[in-house]
């Protein structure tokens, strides 16, 4: 290289180095590439607290030879994604340290797993996705308050402790489903789901509680939960997305007090002793509103409503001759005008 030149890339370096000087701050630090670190062995496991318990890339726990119940207590922070993936014969894994994870934590087909403990995690910035774990019973983590993305519970038949009870805040959807064993979905802190909110395909599911839950920002879908009997919603604001609930055939009541706006169609479909509907506050549907084959519905309170943005279906249902002729009574709606059709099928 020219003399010349050099002189001058060292005349730039000393002089940005001097302008940083002056500011009173220090030059920025070179920063490592992060370092991805593959468990196979427990000897793998050991070397994590040699490290000072923090990987800065991925920690990837794949096809390893861990058995049984396998704990790493010196592990504090992962970078990027931890994966638990394909381990034939793990039965556990408690990770009471790790308090964040940079990326996604993904629990993925363990034949074996049967309890997962995080009782020290508080955030996971992108994913939290925990499925095909057919033996897992327990998913505990009772500090974690916030997951950046989605978070997707699906299918883990065994589950039946879904421990969660500080999550507040979901930046995508949340999805529970195809958890055959799970009894209650019990999420007591959480206010924001970013995205939608599935719970659909849980057969043993009879009671879901969301008490501070305010907002979702995309669908909300109660579908083919068997035994489920109540959707209490005390403090939901606003759906942006669909709101449908359909083919729960022991669900006698739907409760949103606080309903105010659904931006997309509102669906009940094929809830065989539905009774009670009750959206006293609800003013505006974005879409269509269908009640169809809900041959037990006896109370529909949708006082409130002023805008319907699409058709109105009602059919089969046992409170429709009187809610269908207030509906077109008194919905004035800045959409289409709303239509009620009458079929006995």
Not at 41 to 66: F, K, N, Q, W, Y
Not at 180 to 203: K, M, R, T, W, Y
Request: hydrophobic letters at 40%; aromatic letters at 4%.
């Amino acid at each position: 290289m020219p003399r010349a030149t050099v002189t001058a890339l060292a005349a730039l370096v000393l002089g940005a180095a001097l302008g940083w000087l002056a500011r009173g701050q220090r030059p920025p630090a070179s920063v490592p590439s992060p370092v991805d670190v593959a468990v196979l062995t427990p000897e793998d496991l050991d070397r994590l607290c040699g490290d000072g318990g923090v990987v800065a890339g991925d920690l990837l726990l794949v096809s390893t030879s861990l058995t049984g119940d396998v704990a790493v207590p010196c592990l504090r922070e992962v970078g990027g994604t931890l994966r638990l993936a394909s381990n034939p014969e793990l039965s556990s894994l408690r990770l009471p340290a790790l308090r964040t994870v940079g990326d996604s934590l993904e629990i993925q087909d363990n034949p074996a797993l049967l309890r997962v403990e995080l009782r020290g995690l508080d955030s996971v910035d992108s994913a939290f996705a925990v499925s095909g774990n057919p033996a897992l019973r327990a998913l505990v983590a009772p500090r974690l308050e916030r997951v950046g993305r989605f978070v997707e519970i699906y299918p883990n038949t065994a589950l039946n402790d879904l421990d969660l009870p500080a999550l507040r805040f979901v930046g995508g959807a949340l999805t529970v489903e195809g958890n055959d064993a799970l009894s209650e979905l019990l999420l007591p802190s959480l206010e924001e789901i970013g995205g939608g909110f599935s719970v659909d395909s849980n057969a043993a599911l009879e009671a879901m509680g969301v008490p501070a839950l305010w907002t979702v920002g995309g669908f909300f879908d109660a579908e083919a939960n068997p035994r489920l009997g109540a959707v209490d919603l005390p403090s939901l604001r606003d759906v942006r997305g669909d709101f449908e609930v359909r083919e729960n055939p022991l669900l006698r009541s739907v409760d949103a007090p606080r309903l105010r706006e659904i931006g997309g169609p509102l669906w009940f479909l094929d809830n065989q002793i539905l009774s009670d509907l009750l959206l006293p506050g609800l003013e505006v549907i974005g879409g269509g509103l269908e009640l169809r084959r809900n041959p037990g519905l006896e109370r529909v309170d949708l006082g409130s409503l002023r805008s319907l943005g699409g058709e109105l279906r009602i059919a089969g249902d046992g409170a429709q001759p009187d809610e269908r002729d207030r509906l077109r009574r008194d919905l004035p709606g800045p959409g289409p005008s709303p239509r009620a059709t009458q079929n006995h099928q």
